[in-house]
């Protein structure tokens, strides 16, 4: 297979799941059920002995859940996967099936904020020490990984966009025995495939570009069988964050335009970023597709990015006067946001004042959405105008 994600994936996604549906329906049913009967005694203790695979109960299997899962697995070319509740549900169940009191986990900086605080309160409670590396460096990363059990990566990294060579990564985690983990929420399976690179597991907070439409909170986890399995049976069981059937149903619509989507939101993201870097009131843009190359097996890029503005500028004035980007969190839909990181600094002042993943206050994220580059454009022409610009 080449680098980029070819025809057959993406024609792939866009027709019906594979398989008998009921009446041939080209959308698959949503099986909204908790459970599933047997017809026999037999049949029931064969299953319980495990000779037989089939839906038990929502929380493990469902049908409408598994085609979900089975289209990442083939999108992440891997193996198999597990539907979440959420992203997080999926990057904690992922993490904690592998780690164990006394170890340590390498992580890059700049992870996504829940998954810093993650490492930082729950998992410090069971022993578990995190240590964090610039994912630029190398050198750094080859010196923390020694007796490390888990690597964890995200590329681009949350709110710096920092894009890293995954490959070389992987390979220096592999070199000394380190599970990887990779968060894939912004690259999207289209832009990357990590198991190709030779991560060993892949999440994602599918409420983002898997879902695409602003309207699911879900996450999902793919790898190899082996490992998959060590999630599935030693954690989802009890923690239970499971990806439900109607949540799935959407993820599956999602997926279908998943591609085209994000050629839509690469194209307009960078029309917008390489404008805002010409203004004299920018004074740093971050996002990997300006300057220099993406690292390889990285074919392309998403709608978010983040830039910062000069002491001129009003944020709260800017982010008030913008009309088509509407303040919130998340990324990923159909529309425009924006987040200033005035907020999230205040939002880190709680209950975790200690935590702070390092974001200068002057940086503003935008998510570029589907409502076209130039209309935006003229929004935040006309913001920076207000704001002082
Ligand atoms: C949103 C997000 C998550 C968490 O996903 P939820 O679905 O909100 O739990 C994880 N990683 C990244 C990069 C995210 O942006």
């Known amino acids: 297979m080449n680098e980029a994600f070819d025809d057959y994936a993406h024609a792939s996604l866009v027709v019906a799941h594979d398989g008998d549906h009921a009446f041939d329906a080209v959308v698959p ?3 909204q059920s908790s459970l599933f009967t047997f017809r026999t005694f037999e049949e029931m203790a064969a299953t319980y002995r495990g000779e037989k695979s089939r839906p038990v109960y929502s929380r493990t299997t469902n049908p409408t859940t598994r085609a979900f899962e ?21 990057i904690s169940s992922t993490v904690l099936a592998f ?4 170890d340590r986990i390498v992580c890059v900086e700049h992870v996504y904020p829940d998954a810093y ?15 964090y590396v610039d994912g630029k460096d190398h050198d750094a990363v080859a010196r923390a990984l020694p007796g490390a059990r888990l690597f964890y990566m995200e590329s681009p990294t949350s709110w710096m966009m920092e894009a890293h060579d995954v490959r070389a990564l992987a390979a220096l985690a592999r070199g000394h025995g380190v599970i990887t983990v990779i968060d894939n929420s912004c690259a999207s399976p289209v832009f990357q495939q990590p198991i190709r690179l030779g991560v060993d597991l892949v999440v994602h907070s599918a ?13 999902v986890a793919a790898g190899r069988r082996e490992l998959i399995d060590v999630v599935r049976k030693t954690i989802t069981p009890y923690l239970g964050a499971k990806l439900a059937p109607f949540e799935a149903w959407l993820l599956l619509r999602g997926l279908r335009t998943l591609p085209t989507r994000m050629k839509a939101h690469e194209a307009s993201c960078l ?10 009131v920018v004074t740093a843009v971050y996002h990997p597709g300006l300057g220099n190359q993406l690292p390889p097996g990285m074919s ?10 000069d002491e001129s500028i009003d944020i709260p004035a800017f982010c008030n006067a913008l009309r088509l980007f509407k303040l919130g969190v998340s990324w ?7 987040v200033p990181a005035l907020v999230s600094r205040a939002q880190n002042a709680g209950p975790n004042s200690a935590i702070d993943f390092g974001v200068s206050e002057r940086i503003v994220r935008l998510h570029v959405g589907l409502e076209g580059a130039d209309v935006l454009w003229a929004d935040i022409a006309q913001a920076i105008g207000k704001a002082g610009g």
């Open 271 to 280: 029309t917008i970023a390489r404008r805002l870097k010409e203004l004299a």
């Open 117 to 131: 605080r993650l490492f930082e309160t729950l998992l410090k409670r069971w022993n578990v020490d995190t240590v």
């Open 99 to 102: 780690v164990e009191p006394g």
């Open 207 to 219: 409420s983002k570009y898997i879902s695409g439409h602003s309207d699911v909170v879900a996450g």
């Open 70 to 90: 089975q289209k990442i697995a083939e999108l992440e070319c891997t193996e198999d996967a597990i539907g979440f509740a959420s992203g997080m549900g999926a």
């Open 332 to 338: 990923g839909g159909h529309e425009s946001l924006v």
């Open 300 to 309: 392309g890029t998403s709608g978010l990015f983040s830039f910062a503005f």
């Open 29 to 31: 049913p949503i099986v």
